[in-house]
């Protein structure tokens, strides 16, 4: 049995954890809104693209932890 301690610090973890996945999906749309404008072929445009597909990974992931952690309360 989990004491309300332990729920609590559970629940702070998810809202840092949602907290960061608004952070991260407005980094996702500013790389987008960037990608626009860029030019294909260019180094910035694969610096943009490498930095998207790492954000991808860290939404996924934050959507892992919070789903995680949301089943054991």
């Given at each position: 049995m989990m004491t309300q301690?332990?729920?609590n610090r559970i629940r702070r973890a998810i809202?840092?954890?949602l907290a960061q996945?608004?952070?991260?999906?407005?980094q996702l749309e500013e790389i987008n809104e960037n990608l626009r404008r860029v030019p294909s072929g260019s180094r910035a445009r694969r610096e943009l693209l490498a930095a998207r597909a790492s954000i991808r990974?860290?939404?996924?992931l934050n959507t892992i932890a919070i789903r995680l952690l949301r089943s054991v309360l």
């Open positions: 301690r332990e729920r809202n840092a954890l996945r608004a952070i991260l999906l407005e990974e860290a939404i996924r």
